[in-house]
């Protein structure tokens, strides 16, 4: 692989060729079964060929591509099975994969930020890197004071490449939109779009990671690596090992897979509280789960440690409370109540007229975690959801269509979502009730 690829007409042609190999395949497909194949066997094969074209593009691209595709990962578990199953280990990859860029390359961007003599910085230096993201590649090293640390360096051209991408990938959101039912591709696309300078600003994710690093450096829950030091398209921060959470999903025992689930509930709702931040790239690559010092705690000693604060939303005050009382609300069935709740925030525009009991019955089976003691996230519970909103004769795809997202709560909403996601795929019983009741503003009752 050479450098990252920069010129806006190389990437275009290649993910121009997404949609055309999609097309490409259909036709094959058609053959095949005229050629006398069970239509059961050649769907599995054009699911798997298109699986795989998916993960070849987009992580060869990184760009806005990879993210897009790692934005996609997490929510595989809404996809029906017989499509989830070839299209999990493709879009998984992209969660900790991609083609590293050459060995020259990073050492130019290193002498270039951190000066000629950078090697004096280290007192050891891995060329070959250990991650790879949507703009940058991490390489394990030793900082000249003995720690560990991973070194973050950006790629050359990534903010040209990452809107390149999104303009790109907007024209075809139409047809990439079947791959998750039930969600709109192209707000997606263009909130991240929106994002890229904030993302290219590694002095911004410095001081996003020191708040949380800080507030988190004595909790027995989440871990968050310190800084050690920042400039132009380079990070470095200290090392952290563990299982990554792409690997619990996978392999994990239950109780790994149930405290990874109540820690990633945690951790977004009790971040936003006391840091006045919401961690906004919950994608499995971003998690590990550390053991607990002491191995006779099990696993109530784990730890959550958590990675890359390049995309963060600024919320001062936490969550809005309104999202806690509309909850809170709607769980008593508060139709009326909510329903002017939902008004006064520009979820229902005062050009539209809804009833708010639909409005009621198009909530409540969405928020049923909020509502149990303890809730198992499964695969199937997502995949129902996902088809009841995308079912354009049910009344809830209708309804639907007539709410409105507000700009300040986008990212609030495609984070819990993704989370919601991973949840999922971890298949985690988890307590979401008590992280709202400790967390969430107006989820609790105020003193009569």
């Known amino acids: 692989m050479s450098d990252l690829p920069r010129k806006a007409v190389t990437r ?8 055309l190999g999609f097309a490409g395949r259909a036709t094959w497909g058609l053959g095949k079964r005229i050629g006398g194949r069970s239509a059961e066997i050649v769907a599995g094969e054009l699911q798997q060929r298109t699986a795989e074209q998916l993960f070849k593009v987009l992580g060869e691209l990184k760009g806005g591509a990879m993210k897009f595709g790692q934005a996609l990962s997490v929510f595989e578990s809404a996809l029906p099975e017989e499509v989830a199953g070839p299209y999990r280990a493709a879009l998984t990859k992209l969660q900790d994969a991609a083609p590293p860029m050459p060995t020259r390359t990073v050492h130019a961007v290193l002498a270039e930020r951190l000066g000629q003599e950078w090697r004096e910085l280290f007192l050891e230096f891995e060329d070959k890197p250990s991650a790879a993201a949507s703009i940058g590649q991490v390489h394990r090293a030793v900082w000249h004071d003995g720690r560990e640390v991973a070194v973050k360096v950006q790629y050359p051209g990534a903010g040209e490449a990452l809107l390149s991408d999104l303009a790109q990938l907007s024209r075809f959101a139409r047809l990439l939109g ?91 709702f009790s971040g936003p509280a006391r840091t006045g931040l919401l961690h906004a790239d919950p994608h499995p690559g971003n998690f590990r789960l550390l053991p607990g010092a002491d191995e006779d705690e099990g696993p109530e000693g784990w730890r959550l440690g958590v990675l890359d604060f390049g995309t963060v939303d600024r919320l001062p005050g936490g969550l809005p409370e309104t999202i806690g009382t509309c909850l809170r609300m709607t769980l008593e069935g508060e139709a009326e109540t909510v329903y002017e709740l939902l008004r006064a925030e520009g979820f ?75 949840l999922c795929q971890l298949n985690a019983t988890v307590r979401l009730r008590a992280e709202l009741e400790e967390w969430l503003p107006g989820f609790v009752a105020p003193p009569s």
């Open 12 to 19: 275009t042609v290649k993910l121009a060729a997404l949609p």
């Open 348 to 422: 229902v525009k005062e050009s539209v007229a809804l009833d708010p009991d639909a409005v009621l019955e198009y909530l409540v089976p969405i928020i049923e975690p909020a509502e149990a003691e303890s809730f198992v996230f499964t695969r199937a519970w997502m995949r129902t959801q996902a088809a009841r909103l995308a079912d354009i004769r049910s009344p809830a795809h209708q309804l639907g269509k007539q709410l409105n997202l507000p700009p300040s709560y986008l990212l609030i909403h495609r984070v819990t979502l993704s989370t919601i996601g991973v």
């Open 178 to 268: 079947p791959l998750i039912p039930g969600m709109d591709i192209k707000p997606l696309i263009t909130e991240m779009r929106d994002r890229v300078s904030e993302e290219l600003d590694y002095a911004l994710e410095a001081a996003a990671q020191r708040k949380h690093a800080e507030e988190f450096a004595d909790d027995p829950d989440v871990v968050v690596p310190a800084v050690v030091h920042q400039s132009e398209q380079v990070l470095v921060t200290e090392w952290m090992d563990g299982v990554p959470l792409a690997e619990v999903i996978a392999d994990g025992t239950e109780e790994q897979r149930d405290r990874a689930g109540q820690l990633l509930a945690r951790f977004l």
